[in-house]
């Protein structure tokens, strides 16, 4: 069914909107009822409704199948990624160990040869969490062990665990990169044969064990089986290199013993990039990308584009994608600007509910007790924390903030906001809670 359709499409449009578009596109459920197609990224669910293929898709379908087929386009990543990849634009190609790159270890484990130490931007937010990266991948299992890198989303954790596996399987040392789910995966794969030892023995022949996404490592079986294997490790001066999306310490699931064993080493947060770093890796990864791209444009997606340095990829490649539509080869920020204005959301307001609900869920308190007489210290200290962010963040009066947080007097408000000022300079861990807040307000604002 699927086939036919793409057939037609295939004769009917252009070839490179045929590349760009049709070709990553594979069926998940073929039927007289229904069609549902699988896309390996929202970026080209969202391209494909912008050049409306998805009404010409479905009207060929009602044409070649029956009139009345629903088809759906769902994000999935499919098994056969790799030959979807090499026909989209910029694929990021991944490379076994020992199969053509010289010298890396036949025992190292695949990795993407786009994320290297050269190609990673640093600044300011990021500086520190590079540079202990590269530390622990010239002198691995010293006094950096383990290395532990939280932080949000797309900021470059995984960047930064897979240039440490690119520097050292260039230096032939064996190191394994794997996500925290595929080890629970092969864990419990192990468990329900007779491989357990096999599994053991496969982990502890790395001399690099690089661990993404740490906090879904929620069962005491497998981290049972991972104190074991941390142990071996760190007593055998192997490096280990952990990512975080959230300081570990605040991971109730993981055990005290292991989150013990982390506090060891170097925990260190990497953040959202500043505006210069921003422009930095725009002019990076368009050069990676080969493009062409004024300046204008530049300084346009670093200041639209600022949450997290995935959005920025996402941007430059849909801007390659349409310059390559309408053969266009210079971008600029008006070509930039109307490209990408179904990403750019729209800024949305900030209420003091929102700022409330937001500060009980980090600090663990109801909301409720935050406009409550109630003057216990973590109550006190989350309604402090709540006024300063709603004075910072609503625009809404002194008497108003008063009034909202349970009719109280504006020097009230006023001295909550002084005292989380002093805070947020002379204690690291309050620095960090409203920080962590400021962020999830940025991200809400978008």
Excluded at 16 to 35: C, D, G, H, M, Q
Excluded at 83 to 108: C, H, N, V
Excluded at 171 to 186: A, H, M, V
Excluded at 399 to 418: K, L, N, W, Y
Aim: hydrophobic residues 40%; proline residues 3%; positive net charge.
């Amino acid at each position: 069914m699927w086939k036919k359709i793409k057939d037609r499409l295939g004769a009917s449009e252009n070839a490179n909107i045929v590349k760009a578009f049709i070709n990553p596109l594979r069926a998940v459920k073929e039927s007289n009822e229904e069609l549902i197609i699988g896309c390996p990224s929202q970026q080209i669910v969202t391209l494909l409704e912008k050049q409306r293929l998805d009404q010409k898709i479905l009207s060929l379908a009602r044409e070649l199948i029956s009139p009345d087929i629903a088809v759906r386009f769902v994000v999935k990543k499919l098994v056969d990624m790799e030959g979807i990849q090499s026909s989209l634009p910029l694929p990021e190609t991944t490379e076994t160990a020992g199969d053509g790159k010289k010298g890396r270890s036949q025992k190292s484990t695949a990795i993407s040869n786009e994320f290297t130490f050269n190609t990673f931007v640093a600044g300011p937010s990021n500086k520190d969490v590079y540079e202990s990266a590269l530390y622990v991948a010239r002198h691995p299992g010293t006094n950096r062990n383990p290395l532990v890198i939280y932080g949000g989303t797309g900021l470059g954790k995984t960047h930064l665990l897979q240039a440490i596996g690119n520097f050292v399987g260039s230096k032939t040392r064996p190191f394994c990169y794997i996500s925290t789910q595929k080890l629970i995966n092969d864990f419990y794969k192990a468990m329900s044969g007779d491989g357990i030892q096999k599994f053991r023995e496969g982990l502890l022949a790395y001399d690099f064990m690089l661990i993404d996404d740490i906090q879904f490592m929620k069962t005491p079986g497998i981290q049972e089986e991972f104190f074991r294997m941390f142990n071996e490790y760190h007593h055998a001066k192997k490096q280990i290199v952990i990512t975080s999306d959230r300081y570990p310490g605040e991971i109730r699931e993981i055990d005290s013993r292991l989150r013990s064993r982390f506090d060891g080493g170097v925990t260190i947060e990497i953040r959202p990039p500043e505006l210069d770093t921003r422009i930095a890796i725009v002019h990076k990864k368009a050069e990676l990308y080969e493009m062409k791209i004024d300046d204008e444009a530049v300084f346009f997606i670093a200041k639209n584009f600022k949450n997290n340095v995935r959005q920025i990829e996402g941007a430059l490649k849909t801007l390659q994608i349409s310059a390559e539509i309408v053969g266009r080869r210079d971008i600029s920020k008006d070509f930039a600007a109307d490209r990408l204005r179904d990403m750019i959301k729209v800024r949305t307001s900030i209420s003091m509910d929102d700022i409330i609900k937001m500060t009980a869920t980090v600090m663990g308190v109801k909301g409720a007790d935050i406009l409550s007489p109630e003057r216990s210290k973590q109550v006190s200290l989350s309604r402090q924390i709540a006024m300063f962010l709603s004075k910072k963040y609503t625009g809404s009066t002194l008497v108003d903030i008063g009034r909202r947080f349970g009719g109280r007097d504006h020097s009230t408000v006023i001295s909550s906001v002084s005292r989380i000022e002093k805070l947020f300079m002379d204690d690291i861990n309050i620095k960090k809670i409203v920080e962590k807040l400021e962020r999830e307000i940025e991200d809400m604002k978008y």
